[in-house]
């Protein structure tokens, strides 16, 4: 196992993520306590020891079962994370019960590192009111009294709002957690998600490796092609050997569901074998050639808004769209949508075409807000 230097401690650069474990007749909430057991097993005897969970994942049986499955081994023997549960607004009155729960429910006296979770758009305010709230304040006294070793956090929002919660917290905050791979270098800006974290001398903690698996199978075409340049590597391991190229990179959560992940996820991270610059260019290349299969080609050079009558943010809304079709999975675009006006969401576009008219890129607007906006209802997300 390859393990990172983060201040006095030595992280395995492969950590288990608790999100998506194994569980009984496809419930969620119903983890396979035995099998779950058996892969912390092997993951301790092969060099792991970073284990993630956190208060909503698996229904709250995450934390249950992991700390049950953890507490077979010695204490000192492996580093515990798990995050305050700011997603749902109507936790950020209950941060001192929640942690304390959260103590009880992984059998610990600490939590090695601790992460505010999720900071996006539609809950940054709220993590920034200290007077209201008080989140950072209670978890910085909280560090100081030894129930917390490290303090983070876990982002999917723009920029924008990383860099509004680090111009507030970056004297407090040790490392961040963001979705990181190489289809969402440029389709969710984590290029430059890690210039901006690298320009603050903050480390990065890697989720979504594989995007919830969509990384880990790619069509034949694309298959034959990373064969090719490497015939020793299975599909999932070029997302990992992607990640070694970037230094920032402390260690990397992958969600296992059973013991053939946990096993060949092992295996890559024996090795630091980095992808070359003309291997990335030829992940870059596929990257595009799936994103043409779902996204518009918006290029944001924002002709359009000047001739919207409804004053829309058509970049935007075109941007949501395309991280809204990349996976059935995509919770962040209907938040970042709920903090918008009502009348400049998708559904409020008039469909006159004033804009599709001075767009150099031909992109039928009105047709991709119209069908955003009915999709949004649809699937239940609006």
Not at 39 to 45: D, E, K, L, R
Not at 114 to 142: C, F
Not at 306 to 331: A, M, V
Request: net charge negative; charged share 25%; with cysteine.
């Amino acid at each position: 196992m390859i393990y990172n230097k983060f201040k006095d401690k030595q992280l395995s650069a492969l950590a288990f993520g608790c999100m998506r474990l194994p569980v009984l007749e496809g419930d969620n909430k119903n983890i396979d306590i035995k099998a779950t057991e058996q892969m912390v097993a092997y993951a301790m005897q092969h060099g792991i020891n970073y284990y993630d969970t956190a208060w909503g994942y698996h229904g709250g049986n995450s934390e249950i079962v992991m700390g049950a499955a953890l507490g077979k081994y010695p204490r000192g023997s492996f580093y515990l994370a798990s995050k305050f549960p700011g997603y749902d607004i109507k936790n950020m009155s209950k941060v001192e019960e929640i942690f304390q729960r959260q103590l009880e429910k992984c059998k610990v006296d600490r939590f090695d590192f601790y992460l505010i979770h999720d900071v996006t758009e539609d809950n940054i305010d709220a993590y920034l009111d200290e007077e209201k709230y008080g989140i950072m304040s209670y978890l910085v006294e909280q560090r100081s009294l030894g129930h917390i070793g490290h303090l983070g956090f876990s982002a999917h929002g723009r920029c924008d709002v990383m860099e509004r919660f680090i111009d507030s917290y970056g004297e407090i905050i040790e490392f961040c957690q963001i979705q990181l791979n190489w289809l969402d270098w440029k389709l969710q800006g984590a290029k430059e998600k890690v210039e901006l974290l690298n320009e603050h001398h903050l480390p990065i903690w890697v989720m979504e490796p594989l995007r919830g698996g969509k990384l880990a199978k790619l069509p034949v075409e694309e298959t034959a092609t990373l064969k090719a340049l490497r015939p020793e590597e299975d599909t999932p391991a070029w997302a990992f050997r992607f990640l070694q190229n970037i230094p920032s990179v402390v260690t990397t959560l992958s969600g296992m569901s059973n013991m053939q992940q946990l096993q060949d996820n092992i295996h890559t991270y024996q090795t630091a074998e980095p992808s070359t610059e003309r291997e990335q260019e030829v992940l870059f290349d596929i990257a595009d050639k799936m994103m043409k299969e779902f996204a518009v080609p918006c290029t944001a050079c924002r002709y359009c808004t000047d001739y919207c009558p409804q004053d829309l943010d058509i970049p935007l809304l075109l941007e949501l769209y395309n991280q809204y079709s990349s996976t059935k999975e995509d919770f962040i675009a209907p938040r970042v949508l709920s903090t918008l006006p009502e009348d400049k969401r998708p559904d409020a576009c008039i469909d006159c075409s004033s804009c599709e008219a001075v767009c150099p890129q031909q992109i039928d607007i009105s047709g991709v807000l119209a069908e955003f906006a009915a999709r949004l209802v649809e699937e239940g997300t609006e």
